[in-house]
């Protein structure tokens, strides 16, 4: 079992980056897959980005390719993601979610798919 931990949110303007940190205790987080997830106030929980165990494989919301970058240090117990040319759409509560195993699944934007939750981290981006 492994328990996720958001961190790095935070208050920033509308065109500004910020780096979500997800570390996790327990077992190591090399053999589970882990996916970003999104909720703003409302709105039902979104894929974000998700990746492999071992880093070499990833996947974005579509309509996130090209500002999110997701990666992982393994060494570190930690999966990262970078947030660049952030808009006031992008504001909500940020959740780091391991899957079952290490490799992501065909339904990775499935929730279900992902087995071990963060507490997540507000990310509020003002206009």
């Known amino acids: 079992q492994v328990q996720p931990v958001e961190s790095g949110g935070g208050l920033v303007q509308a065109g500004d980056s910020l780096r979500l940190t997800c570390a996790a205790s327990g077992r190591t987080f090399s053999a589970y897959a882990v996916g970003w997830f999104r909720q703003a106030p409302e709105k039902e929980r979104e894929f974000v980005a998700a990746?492999?165990?071992?880093?070499?494989?990833?996947v974005y919301a579509d309509s996130l390719k090209g500002r999110f970058t997701i990666s992982r240090d393994n060494a570190k117990n930690t999966v990262y993601l970078q947030m660049n040319s952030l808009k006031p759409e992008d504001t909500a509560v940020y959740y780091c979610a391991a899957a079952r195993g290490r490799w992501v699944s065909p339904r990775y934007s499935d929730s279900n798919e992902y087995a071990y939750w963060g507490q997540g981290t507000q990310v509020t981006v003002s206009s």
């Open positions: 990746i492999t165990g071992n880093g070499g494989g990833n």
